[in-house]
């Protein structure tokens, strides 16, 4: 076998690793500039770790927002002058100033440490108050001087300080919820026909309220050429036909007793037992209580 051929053969046929190693040191290798590690495919990342900016192009720069700051017309309102869809008006008219200039811009925001004068007057904003009574017998809503009986207002006046007014109103001989307020968006809501909380009454009568009667009642009625809607009536259990539940939606107690004046039955007694959700438990007669702030969210929401 010549040279060539042997060669021949002998490539492939032995593996690489038959190759003789070389006992000589390698040289060192320079080192490669570290950069970041890049992250595995299922390493998390913080969000918060990262920060991106984007500038959006022809975009107004947004004003501050200011601590306290406050929209105009809630500022009068909450003041207890009118609500706020009235501000608004007073606001377009231009009888309201801020600082000593004319505002007239919708939605102008108050800073802490500004002047406003509401049609001549200068508005201090008060808390907003939500008071609770259920009230006796003998004592009137009404603010005439002359009336001879004693005033609601006598048994919450060591509550607050705030100019309260009373939702609705009550004559002498009615008893139970009555709710006090400085909110005059409050106030005004519950004065409106088409206000859809419930109001629950028990109402005596002079004599048994026949069951025809109770029909149609139930069916609602027409008083003053409104129709009025009756949400439910009844005989109280274990009570005589003269003692009668009603549910409906009004805060009006005059519209109570005119039901059953239709009827020709004559009111003795009314006693509203429940007010949007608000009733008399652990309440006593003569006493108030300041609503929970669980109790103003729902009655705003109702």
């Known amino acids: 076998m010549n040279n060539k051929e042997g060669n021949k053969k002998g490539t492939g046929a032995r593996p690489n690793s038959a190759r003789p190693s070389s006992n000589k040191p390698k040289p060192a290798m320079a080192k490669r500039a570290q950069g970041p590690k890049k992250a595995?495919?299922?390493?998390?990342?913080?969000?918060?770790?990262?920060?991106?900016?984007?500038?959006?192009?022809?975009?107004?720069?947004?004003?501050?927002?200011?601590?306290?700051?406050?929209?105009?017309?809630?500022?009068?309102?909450?003041?207890?002058?009118?609500?706020?869809?009235?501000?608004?008006?007073?606001?377009?008219?231009?009888?309201?100033?801020?600082?000593?200039?004319?505002?007239?811009?919708?939605?102008?925001?108050?800073?802490?440490?500004?002047?406003?004068?509401?049609?001549g007057a200068t508005l201090t904003p008060e808390k907003k108050e939500y008071i609770l009574l259920n009230k006796p017998k003998n004592f009137t809503t009404s603010v005439d001087e002359n009336d001879l009986h004693r005033n609601v207002f006598e048994l919450v006046r060591g509550a607050t300080n705030a100019n309260i007014q009373s939702v609705g109103r009550m004559d002498k001989n009615t008893t139970g919820l009555l709710l006090f307020t400085n909110d005059t968006d409050m106030i005004r809501k519950f004065?409106?026909?088409?206000?859809?909380?419930?109001?629950?009454?028990?109402?005596?009568?002079?004599?048994n309220l026949k069951y025809e009667d109770l029909e149609k009642i139930s069916k609602g009625i027409t008083l003053d050429g409104h129709r009025l809607f009756v949400e439910e009536v009844s005989?109280?259990?274990?009570?005589?036909?003269?003692?009668?539940?009603?549910?409906?939606?009004?805060?009006?107690?005059?519209?109570?007793?005119?039901?059953?004046?239709?009827?020709?039955?004559?009111?003795?007694?009314?006693?509203?037992?429940?007010?949007?959700?608000?009733?008399?438990?652990?309440?006593?007669?003569?006493?108030?209580?300041?609503?929970?702030?669980?109790?103003?969210?729902?009655?705003?929401?109702?």
């Open 191 to 207: 004065g409106l026909p088409n206000q859809k909380s419930s109001k629950i009454y028990q109402v005596s009568l002079d004599k």
């Open 40 to 119: 595995k495919p299922n390493t998390k990342i913080d969000p918060k770790a990262i920060v991106k900016v984007e500038k959006k192009p022809n975009q107004a720069p947004k004003r501050p927002k200011v601590a306290d700051e406050i929209r105009l017309n809630k500022y009068i309102s909450n003041s207890g002058a009118c609500s706020r869809r009235d501000a608004d008006i007073y606001i377009q008219s231009g009888n309201v100033k801020v600082n000593g200039i004319p505002v007239v811009e919708m939605g102008y925001m108050v800073k802490p440490g500004d002047v406003v004068n509401f049609d």
């Open 235 to 302: 005989y109280i259990e274990n009570e005589p036909k003269t003692e009668i539940g009603l549910k409906l939606r009004t805060s009006n107690v005059k519209v109570v007793r005119a039901i059953f004046e239709s009827f020709k039955y004559d009111v003795l007694r009314i006693d509203r037992v429940s007010f949007a959700g608000l009733t008399k438990k652990n309440l006593p007669r003569g006493n108030w209580r300041f609503l929970t702030e669980q109790e103003v969210i729902n009655l705003k929401n109702t």
